[in-house]
């Protein structure tokens, strides 16, 4: 049913123009947040512990303005994958970095790329499909038929996919020995005993160390990557397409797991700060807690972890 569902919405969101789905999903934003109040609590319990300077009034903004651009990113997936799949350098606008993604990649020594669920993370792989023996690692999802549908267009660009099984650390270290370049999403909660806590906007997350390790272990030019959506201009005119950053990794992350975890989570807090809205902020990072810390999603009355 869900792989159903799923097809269904790349298929009509594919029959309008992405501008035509950022707005719909903004439209959208407005009906989750009155009728979803665990969702929404979700959010706000984030902004709240990240964005304590914030006034109550600002991070209701800021937490109004992610559900929005969180719906966008999914709205985009139609048009995204089944019009721009291989033309993805229509819908950029600038990058930042690049050429040094490039000249590592060049170095054939493998390069590993850190992208935080920051702005439209598919963007961003369809983009790095152009590097050399590009993978990126997945966890697959519950439906197989969902499944199959993300590997047949993350795919079409040339990207292959590494799904999160116990055969995963070697097909990446395969692909790096190869001067291959893999992209992994850091900031999902690690399995226990696969993670060390480490700071994030001032709260301890569970982090994974398996990017850690690697980075340890081969050695690889590391970087934080993300495709920023360019924002409403002031005039109301929906901005065009979207910003690509590509900032080096500090020499820690080829540290211990701890220096290396802490070095990862403050880059990407650099880059989120670039567009902290466009963050999925309604992801629980923090339901794993040091001992004799409260879940917060608890005390927000908020059910599950």
């Known amino acids: 049913m869900k792989s159903a569902l799923f097809r269904a919405l790349l298929w009509l969101s594919s029959r309008f123009s992405l501008r035509a789905n950022q707005r719909f ?3 959208l934003a407005r009906g989750v947040w009155q009728l979803s109040r665990r969702h929404r609590q979700v959010i706000e319990t984030n902004i709240r512990l990240c964005f304590p300077q914030l006034s109550a009034q600002q991070q209701e903004r800021l937490a109004r303005q992610s559900l929005a651009e969180t719906l966008k990113t999914a709205l985009e997936l139609g048009p995204l994958w089944k019009k721009y799949g291989h033309q993805i350098d229509d819908l950029i606008a ?12 060049g170095q054939g020594q493998g390069v590993l790329i850190a992208a935080p669920h920051l702005g439209n993370w598919e963007v961003l792989g369809l983009f790095l499909s152009r590097l050399p023996n590009f993978a990126l690692l997945y966890k697959a999802p519950e439906q197989a038929g969902v499944e199959n549908t993300l590997l047949r267009y993350r795919g079409q660009a040339g990207a292959r996919q590494i799904a999160a099984t ?11 020995k190869a001067g291959g370049a893999v992209g992994i999403l850091p900031d999902q909660k ?11 906007f001032g709260q301890p997350a ?15 030019p590391v970087f934080v990557a993300a495709a920023i959506r ?3 201009g002031n005039d109301g005119e929906d901005g065009e397409g979207f910003d690509l950053h590509f900032v080096p990794a500090d020499e820690a992350i080829y540290g211990s797991p701890t220096e290396s975890v ?15 809205e466009q963050y999925q902020w309604s992801y629980k990072r ?5 001992e004799g810390v409260p879940n917060p999603y608890h005390r927000s009355e908020i059910s599950g972890n």
């Open 25 to 27: 999903a903004e439209q």
């Open 94 to 105: 600038s990058t930042s970095g690049w050429e040094a993604v490039q000249a590592a990649a």
């Open 166 to 176: 116990p055969t995963a650390v070697r097909q990446i270290l395969k692909t790096l």
């Open 190 to 200: 690690p399995k226990a005993g696969q993670g060390e806590f480490a700071p994030f």
């Open 206 to 220: 569970y982090t994974m160390t398996l990017f850690s390790r690697l980075a340890a272990k081969t050695r690889v």
């Open 230 to 232: 360019r924002p409403q």
């Open 262 to 276: 802490a070095s990862l989570n403050a880059a990407l807090e650099n880059l989120i700060l670039k567009a902290p």
């Open 286 to 290: 923090f339901s794993i807690t040091p």
